[in-house]
């Protein structure tokens, strides 16, 4: 069975830190990228950040560069997201995905093959 499961959201106040792990099971951990997406209160779901796990390339919203760090470990199969000077807007259900493997990573939605349940992350100012 193809699992993905989030854990490690939370409350937060402006400027704290948290880490987002995403494990997973059930396929080929380095046949596919590995992103984050968040969706906000009346928002769209976004790409955060992805890897590719067969190279490391990684890529970065704007509004996560300089603050958040994806990493994972592959003999674990578990990929984090250490989110670093969070803001209130950063508010949001953050879900970790398996997406098609990519010569040029996109980190796109629509590339994805598998969802977590997503976990919530809120920032208080």
């Known amino acids: 069975e193809v699992q993905l499961v989030e854990s490690g959201g939370g409350l937060v106040q402006a400027g704290g830190s948290l880490r987002l792990s995403c494990a997973t099971s059930g396929f080929s951990f380095g046949d596919v990228a590995i992103g984050w997406f968040r969706q906000a209160p009346r928002g769209q779901r976004v790409p955060v950040s992805c890897?590719?796990?067969?190279?490391?390339?990684?890529y970065y919203a704007d509004s996560a560069k300089g603050r958040f760090t994806i990493s994972s470990d592959n003999a674990k199969n578990l990929v984090y997201l250490q989110m670093n000077d969070l803001k209130p807007e950063d508010t949001a259900i953050y879900y970790c995905?398996?997406?098609?493997?990519?010569?040029?990573?996109?980190?796109?939605?629509?590339?994805?093959?598998?969802w977590g349940q997503g976990t919530q992350v809120n920032v208080s100012s």
């Open positions: 995905a398996a997406l098609y493997r990519e010569i040029a990573l996109t980190c796109r939605a629509v590339t994805a093959l598998y």
């Open positions: 890897i590719n796990e067969s190279d490391g390339s990684t």
